[in-house]
Every structure is written in C-alpha cells, then in structure tokens.
Nanobody
C-alpha cells in the first residue's frame, strides 16, 4: 500500500510559477513510476506528466511541454511538478498517482488506469 499526499497548490497570477510536491509513504517508493494528473471543474481527469522509477524517463502532455517539469527524489520519497508560465487553463485539482510498475510502456503513462494509488489532490488556481 502506498499513501500519497500532495501539497504546494495555491492561487497564482498568469505567468507565475508553483512547485507541487507529492510525499509518499512506504519503503517501495523508488520502485514505482509516478505521474501527475489534473481535473478541472466539469472536465475529465487528464494526464499532465509521468516519470519512471529512476527519473531517467519523463513524459509530458503537449499542453504543458516546455512549461512543466516532473522530477523525483527517491531518498525523500517525493515527486515534484515545477510549473512555470502558468495559464488560467492550468486551473485544476492536481493529483499524484503511483503505478505498481517501475517503468511502464511509454504510451501507458498517459492513461489513468496505469496507476494504482492516488492522493487526494491539491488545488491550483491561476488568475488572468
């Protein structure tokens, strides 16, 4: 069992930056691929970014490529999402899920079914 707690959300103006953190419990964090998803009001949950167990492979949605960076610190059991040049359309609840796999097939990072554990989410609001 992996428990995940997201933090770092808040209200920011367009063009600003935030860094989200996701702290994981348990000794197996370094064996899990991790992701970030988001869900805006009235919309489906969508993939934002993914990272394999070592941090050597990362994946991004086209909408955030070049603006967001996913990283992880296995010594701290934490995964991060650095968000720069934020836009109002980035407003959503951000979730940090963990997969039982360490290195899933590349195209499966984008699918929520690939992930087995989910946190409660953290709200990010970007004002125009």
């Amino acid at each position: 069992q992996v428990q995940l707690v997201e933090s770092g959300g808040g209200l920011v103006q367009a063009g600003g930056s935030l860094r989200l953190s996701c702290a994981a419990s348990g000794r197996t964090f370094s064996s899990h691929a991790m992701g970030w998803f988001r869900q805006a009001p009235g919309k489906e949950r969508e993939f934002v970014a993914g990272i394999n167990w070592s941090g050597g492979s990362t994946y991004y949605a086209d909408s955030v490529k070049g603006r967001f960076t996913i990283s992880r610190d296995n010594a701290k059991n934490t995964v991060y999402l650095q968000m720069n040049s934020l836009k109002p359309e980035d407003t959503a609840v951000y979730y940090c899920p963990a997969s039982l796999l360490g290195s899933p097939l590349g195209d499966t990072y984008y699918s929520s079914w690939r992930y087995d554990y989910w946190g409660q989410g953290t709200q990010v609001s970007v004002s125009s």
